[in-house]
């Protein structure tokens, strides 16, 4: 079974700093991908930024990167030079084909930035 | 294209009466899922459907729940008889199907459901 685990409850980082949430996986699938969705106190869930499993590169998207290491299997996103419009909840997801297309989400890390 | 759009946005019921929600999925999209996000247990896999199908519905908490995808772009999810825990945020979300693994998933804006 897959399954992700996001070690940090709540973050606080400082305006146009840069802050880092862990995501940590656990798969046995050679092939899988990784997501990370922001949710805002308005509660939607937006899509981020995604990763897969033989990308060499890490991903990256504008102010968001990911650091993908593959062998310690995490997937943390970093968010650069933060916003007060950066404070949501941002959860982290898997993928792989062998689950019948079923995303597997982490328990989500509460992100405030401070003006 | 609008998304996934779900309605009602807010539904306020009082124990023991029938709540619908409902979905349209992203046209084209072969899979739907719905789920339940709560503080306590954080966002639960309620059902899913693969070309209309439910494929597992291992999620459903009870009996009380039922959930049905007609066609491909409609789905309803169906409490009855409502009670208080089940109080949530109700996702509705979809994503094509190529076999890959690089799909994301789209989610609808949510039904907030207070049972009173």
């Known amino acids: 079974a897959q399954k992700i685990t996001q070690t940090q409850p709540g973050m606080f980082v400082q305006e146009k700093e840069a802050v880092t949430l862990d995501c940590t996986y656990d798969?046995?699938?050679?092939?899988?991908?990784l997501f990370w969705y922001k949710q805002p106190s308005s509660g939607e869930m937006i899509f981020l930024i995604y990763q897969g499993s033989y990308d060499q590169q890490n991903a990256t998207e504008g102010r968001y990167s990911l650091n993908f290491q593959k062998a310690r299997k995490s997937a943390n996103l970093v968010i650069s030079a933060s916003q007060l419009g950066d404070s949501a909840m941002y959860f982290c997801a898997i993928l792989s084909p062998n689950t019948g297309n079923q995303f597997y989400f982490g328990t989500g890390t509460s992100l405030t930035v401070i003006p | 294209d609008a998304g996934v759009i779900q309605s009602p946005r807010h539904e306020v019921t009082e124990m023991g009466q029938e709540v619908t929600l409902r979905c349209k999925p992203i046209?084209?999209?072969?899979?739907l899922f719905w789920y339940r996000q709560t503080m306590m247990r954080g966002l639960e896999l309620l059902i899913y459907f693969n070309n209309n199908v439910p494929i597992d519905d291992s999620g459903m908490p009870e009996d009380r729940f039922s959930a049905k995808m007609p066609n491909a772009s409609f789905s309803t999810l169906k409490i009855q008889p409502s009670e208080p825990r089940d109080s949530a945020v109700y996702f509705c979300?979809?994503?094509?199907?190529?076999?890959?693994?690089?799909?994301?998933?789209?989610f609808g804006s949510g039904t907030q459901l207070s049972v009173l």
């Open positions: 798969t046995s699938d050679p092939s899988y991908g």
């Open positions: 979300a979809s994503s094509f199907d190529r076999g890959t693994y690089n799909e994301k998933l789209f």
């Open positions: 046209s084209g999209h072969d899979y």
